[in-house]
Nanobody
Framework: QVQLVESGGGLVQAGGSLRLSCAAS????????MGWFRQAPGKEREFVAA????????YYIDSVKGRFTISRDNAKKTVFLQMNSLKPEDTAVYYC?????????????????WGQGTQVTVSS
């Protein structure tokens, strides 16, 4: 069983930055593929960013390219999402997800474990 705990969410003005963290349990974190998803009120959960087990491969939804960066620290069993130039449309609950295949999947179905989420609110 893998447990994921997100942190770092909050309220920020448009143009500001936040850094989300996701701490994972499990002895083999370095073999997990990791992803970030978000869900705004009344909308479906959508893919934001993903990273492969080695960190060599990263993927982003078009709307965050150039603004968000996903990274990981396998020694600390943590994955990060650095969010810059935030916009009101980035407001959502952000979820961390893990898969045992080591892939950076862009699909919700590609993940085996999910965190509880952290709220990000961007004011205009």
């Amino acid at each position: 069983q893998v447990q994921l705990v997100e942190s770092g969410g909050g309220l920020v003005q448009a143009g500001g930055s936040l850094r989300l963290s996701c701490a994972a349990s499990g002895r083999t974190f370095s073999s997990y593929g990791m992803g970030w998803f978000r869900q705004a009120p009344g909308k479906e959960r959508e893919f934001v960013a993903a990273i492969s087990w080695s960190g060599d491969m990263t993927y982003y939804i078009d709307s965050v390219k150039g603004r968000f960066t996903i990274s990981r620290d396998n020694a600390k069993k943590t994955v990060f999402l650095q969010m810059n130039s935030l916009k009101p449309e980035d407001t959502a609950v952000y979820y961390c997800a893990a898969n045992m295949r080591g892939l950076g999947s862009t699909s919700r179905q590609g993940y085996d474990y999910w965190g509880q989420g952290t709220q990000v609110t961007v004011s205009s």
